[in-house]
């Protein structure tokens, strides 16, 4: 594919009706019903593989007082990217993060040393105030989700919950069919806490990135200001590098959060915090993924994975038969136009619908389906049961 053909994701977002930007709202998306599709997809499979890990989901306010992020930190670093105004004298902002929130969770009952690592995911809704002018469809935004989680742990727990994470970010990639790449961001000159720890936390991350094998190159002075991270990388199908997963170690943010748990001897001690995100932002991760596909989704992905196209009316009832029979395993339109056989092929071809069901009387009287895919490739005449099948074990290998 040569670039010139390439299309960017707005104008996918129109051809195939997912997604829509309006004047009313600079730097945030309006999802339309096949593009909200592919986002809680994507989120329930997210949802899934953290869930089998030990996480528990929770959400915490939008709209908070702006002293949490005093007393967190991130006022100083960070105030100039928030939307912060009054509210009955008083200073308000709408979440740039979710990390402070998610301290105060922990923080609300008394937590032992057994009880932890505690991982809670989140997908808040956070903002971002970016000027106008540097905004751009779905990969600079200012309302957005991250795919976040906190796991608070002990020392003695670090490397394993890194070692962990770093084995989850190959997976959730490879079932994605992206390759990661690594580095390790180290402290940056406007930085938080004491040079040992930093140098500590640093040492813990990158004897996890050896002990996992894993490539990895160093960013120097590209960590958070709260701790040193871990961000992977990937290459889409145009050979761009777009930064997706961070994994932060911090021991900041527990210190000025004043969370603690009680040890062994029933001491008073702080957790380490550790911040990861697996894809980033869900939206500009989808607008990724709408160019790097070109909107020619894998079929588990795909907002319609199936199209039946009867030949005539007389053909109707079969093809609607068809989709009740496919409904519980896959996402079935019927193509009911008074349309030719090759208008109705052609627009599914163009809504990049993975698979098309040709149904006529000899399909019917056989109880089987004429199969072809939007490439164009002619699959034969299959029985119900053997599509049932294909289709399946494409959505189970995310194929
Ligand atoms: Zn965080």
Known sequence: MTTATLKDHRELGRELDLFSFHEYAPGAIFWHPKGWIIYRTLQEFLRNIT????????????????????????WKH????????EVENETYSLKPMNCPESALVFGSKTRSYNDLPIRFSEYGILHRNELTGVLGGAFRVRQFTIDDAHIFARQDQIQEEINNLLKLVIEV???LGFNPKFYLSTKPDKAMGDAKTWKEAESDLEKSLKETKVKYDIKPKDGAFYGP?????????????????????????????????VDKNGKNERPVMIHRGLTGSLERFIGILVEHFQGSFPVWLS???????????KFINYAQKVRKALEPIARVEVDERNETLQAKIRDASMQKIPYLLVVGGREEEAEKVATRTREGKDLGQLTLNEFKMKIQQDIDKKS
């Open 51 to 74: 869930a089998s890990q030990g996480y528990q989901e929770i959400s915490t306010p939008v709209l908070i007082k702006s002293k949490i992020f005093e007393k967190s930190g991130h």
């Open 229 to 261: 991270k871990i961000d992977i990388h990937i290459d889409d199908s145009q050979g761009r590098d777009w930064q997706l997963a961070t994994i932060q170690l911090d021991f900041q943010q527990p210190e000025s959060m004043g969370i603690s748990y």
């Open 173 to 175: 990639y490879k079932s």
């Open 78 to 85: 960070f105030r100039e990217n928030m939307f912060n105004f």
């Open 303 to 313: 907002p319609v994975q199936v199209t039946v196209l009867p030949l005539s009316d």
